[in-house]
């Protein structure tokens, strides 16, 4: 059980995009919600958004709505995030998490594999 995060953060202007992207291995989208949280410095890490059993469905926090969308590739087992009007209030870190549970109401004691962050930057 496991997941790559691939490199897709960096610094970006306000207004800007980015797009991140995780490759699992070692278990199914049937068996695991799939998704990223983010920790800004000086606060606790949160779910942003995630892809949940049985049908795919997608979750996002309030604060994403309307400019971030989650999309997943069955047959390479990846998920991306591409995330459209960046604010300077996505800056964070942000891990690719597995879980169990279900993803909208997981916190991060529910996450049952953490990948590796990537910084996010916006800023002008």
């Known amino acids: 059980l496991r997941c790559s995060c691939r490199s897709g953060g960096g610094l970006v202007q306000p207004g800007g995009s980015l797009t991140l992207s995780c490759t699992a291995s070692?278990?199914?989208?049937?068996?695991?919600?799939i998704g990223w949280f983010r920790q800004a410095p000086g606060k606790e890490r949160a779910g942003v958004s995630g892809?949940?059993?049985?049908?795919?469905?997608?979750y996002y926090t309030d604060s994403v709505k309307g400019r971030f969308t989650i999309s997943r590739d069955t047959a390479e087992n990846t998920v991306y995030l591409r995330m459209n009007n960046l604010k300077p209030e996505d800056t964070a870190v942000y891990y690719c998490?597995?879980?169990?549970?279900?993803?909208?109401?997981?916190?991060?004691?529910?996450?049952?594999?953490w990948g590796k962050g990537t910084q996010v930057t916006v800023s002008s």
């Open positions: 070692g278990f199914s989208f049937d068996d695991y919600d």
């Open positions: 892809i949940r059993r049985p049908d795919g469905s997608a």
């Open positions: 998490a597995v879980t169990y549970e279900d993803f909208a109401i997981s916190t991060i004691s529910d996450i049952d594999y």
